[in-house]
């Protein structure tokens, strides 16, 4: 019978052998992650990152009492996904690929894990470790390939609600023409930004709460209406003042604040969803 994980604790050498690995982890890996925080300080879509590996941390921490229970099991094939993971941080930092780089760390953490513990206490370290992706920015190029469909299409459902409670409006492509003023739906209020967050904050909550698999994970999969119906809501409220107080509505200050709106209003549908989910047997 292999011994549990809390054994791991009183055995000086596999202290000495995690410590020196996760001394080798931050060594690698710093220049890459002081990389990842200057862009969550100056990417707005991506402000919510510096919260990630701390809920990342505490959904570790929530279960240390089954990890404790699990036996080690270590397997020598783990090597083979840390050094899948260190060939694809080279191999990125040669073409100078920043998202292969930091998503180079998920294979690596794997790899540590099954090599020094095993494959149940893995499989329990999934979540925490693959959670980790959502403070990685996506490649620029993929982002715009998102973002734009989305513009139009929050364009034209802003179109549609706006002249349906009576407001004259027009639209060309992601350009909203009103009486007094220009809206144009830019990347930032393409509800992309939204929907990132809401993805990662959908996740957190199905995983602290106590339920069925499959409502963990319509809760996750209702995050995109919901960022996209809170986008939309905001967009149209803009609109609406816009047509009446012009277009220092959709600047500084306002602009700001609504942004805030979109997440907390977001935020209060997802709390409603999960709470709907928990009581439906």
């Known amino acids: 019978m292999q011994p549990p994980l809390s054994s791991f604790r009183s055995n000086p050498l596999s202290l000495l052998l995690l410590f020196s690995a996760l001394a080798a982890l931050v060594g690698l890996y710093f220049p890459i992650l002081a990389g990842l925080t200057q862009d969550w300080a100056t990417n707005d879509n991506y402000s919510h990152g510096y919260f990630i590996p701390f809920i990342s941390g505490y959904m570790i921490y929530s279960m240390k009492g089954e990890l404790q229970k699990l036996p080690l099991s270590?397997?020598?094939?783990?090597?083979?996904?840390?050094?899948?993971?260190?060939?694809?941080?080279?191999?990125?930092?040669?073409?100078?690929?920043?998202?292969?780089?930091?998503?180079?760390?998920?294979?690596?953490?794997?790899?540590?894990?099954?090599?020094?513990?095993?494959?149940?206490?893995t499989r329990k370290l999934l979540l925490p470790i693959f959670y980790l992706l959502f403070m990685v920015p996506l490649p620029a190029i993929?982002?715009?390939?998102?973002?734009?469909?989305?513009?139009?299409?929050?364009?034209?459902?802003?179109?549609?609600?706006?002249?349906?409670?009576?407001?004259?409006?027009?639209?060309?492509?992601?350009?909203?023409?009103?009486?007094?003023?220009?809206?144009?739906?830019?990347?930032?209020?393409?509800?992309?930004?939204?929907?990132?967050t809401m993805f990662a904050l959908a996740a957190a909550l199905a995983w602290f709460?106590?339920?069925?698999?499959?409502?963990?994970?319509?809760?996750?999969?209702?995050?995109?209406?919901?960022?996209?119906?809170?986008?939309?809501?905001?967009?149209?409220?803009?609109?609406?003042?816009?047509?009446?107080?012009?277009?220092?509505?959709?600047?500084?200050?306002?602009?700001d604040f609504s942004g805030l709106f979109t997440f907390v209003f977001g935020l209060m549908l997802l709390i409603l969803l999960n709470k709907l989910l928990y009581g439906k047997h």
Not at 219 to 226: Q, Y
Not at 238 to 243: C, G, I, N, Q, R
Request: with cysteine.
């Open 209 to 255: 709460t106590n339920y069925a698999q499959w409502k963990k994970w319509a809760l996750f999969l209702l995050a995109a209406p919901v960022a996209i119906f809170a986008n939309i809501v905001r967009l149209t409220v803009t609109a609406a003042l816009a047509s009446i107080y012009g277009e220092k509505v959709a600047q500084g200050f306002l602009h």
């Open 142 to 196: 993929i982002w715009n390939k998102i973002a734009f469909p989305l513009q139009l299409f929050s364009s034209a459902i802003t179109e549609e609600v706006v002249r349906f409670v009576g407001i004259p409006i027009f639209r060309e492509g992601n350009v909203l023409h009103l009486a007094q003023t220009t809206l144009e739906v830019v990347d930032a209020c393409s509800g992309l930004r939204s929907l990132t």
């Open 74 to 121: 270590a397997v020598n094939w783990g090597l083979f996904f840390l050094l899948a993971g260190l060939a694809q941080l080279y191999v990125a930092s040669v073409g100078s690929e920043f998202f292969l780089q930091r998503t180079s760390l998920i294979p690596v953490l794997l790899g540590m894990s099954l090599f020094l513990w095993g494959l149940p206490i």
